[in-house]
């Protein structure tokens, strides 16, 4: 099925420890994302990339890292430094077709859930 | 300022009948597109409605319209006939400035919670 996965659905981690959230996708589109969504708040862009082993930093990109080593994968690492990591995390693509007729829609993924001990 | 403001928090509406969810939002550019998505308890970010500014119509998508005033920079979500399953939460995104990259960013409002009583 073409889609995007987020792995893992939940995690738990203490405080101090780094963790990797996976995001893979087989849409073959250029543009990945990761949002972070808190209870009662929208969705904030942490990072993004537009093609492989580039990326750029959102609006609240500290304490986070990405790579983007592959087209089909966009893992965000949440390190030690961010002071409050527990959150809902999106991971989302866009085809990243140039085109006035492209309307920007991004697509999302099921998310994973991130709580610090 | 927000750049997409939604001032209900929470809705309830009656199962069959229509409801409007409001979505203001701010820029100077001319060019820019408002997006509708929905996210179901599961968390998933389901996308409804696109409307492009330069669009003359107001876009609409099987249930759902989206009621476009530029003038007063709003894109209200008008879902008819609603249903059990429209529960969810609702948020209105909006993309600025093509930068001709393919880079999309969204900004995305607050989120109204509507609740289908049945």
């Known amino acids: 099925d073409g889609g995007i996965t987020q792995s893992p659905k939940y995690l738990f981690r203490k405080e101090g420890q780094n963790v990797t959230l996976s995001c893979e996708q087989n849409?073959?589109?250029?543009?990945m994302y990761w949002y972070r969504q808190d209870p009662g708040q929208g969705l904030r862009l942490i990072y993004y990339s537009q093609i492989v082993n580039d990326f750029q930093k959102g609006d609240i990109a500290e304490g986070y890292s990405v790579s983007r080593e592959k087209k089909e994968s966009f893992p965000l690492t949440v390190t030690s430094a961010q002071k409050n990591p527990t959150a809902f995390y999106l991971c989302?693509?866009?085809?990243?077709?140039?085109?006035?007729?492209?309307?920007?829609?991004?697509?999302f993924g099921e998310g994973s859930r991130l709580t610090v001990l | 300022a927000q750049k997409i403001t939604q001032t209900q928090p929470g809705m309830f509406v009656q199962e069959k009948e229509a409801v409007t969810l409001d979505c203001t939002y701010d820029?100077?550019?001319?060019?820019?597109?408002l997006f509708w998505y929905k996210q179901p308890s599961s968390g998933e970010m389901i996308f409804l409605i696109y409307?492009?500014?330069?669009?003359?119509q107001n876009a609409t998508e099987g249930r759902y319209s989206l009621n476009f005033q530029k003038a007063r920079k709003s894109a209200n979500l008008v879902i008819s006939a609603s249903q059990l399953g429209d529960s969810a939460m609702y948020f209105c995104a909006m993309r600025e400035t093509y930068s001709g990259a393919g880079s999309y960013q969204l900004t995305f409002g607050k989120g109204t919670k509507l609740s289908v009583i049945p």
């Open positions: 989302a693509t866009h085809s990243g077709l140039a085109g006035w007729d492209n309307t920007g829609e991004l697509f």
């Open positions: 849409l073959n589109h250029d543009a």
């Open positions: 820029t100077s550019d001319q060019s820019y597109g």
């Open positions: 409307q492009g500014s330069y669009d003359e």
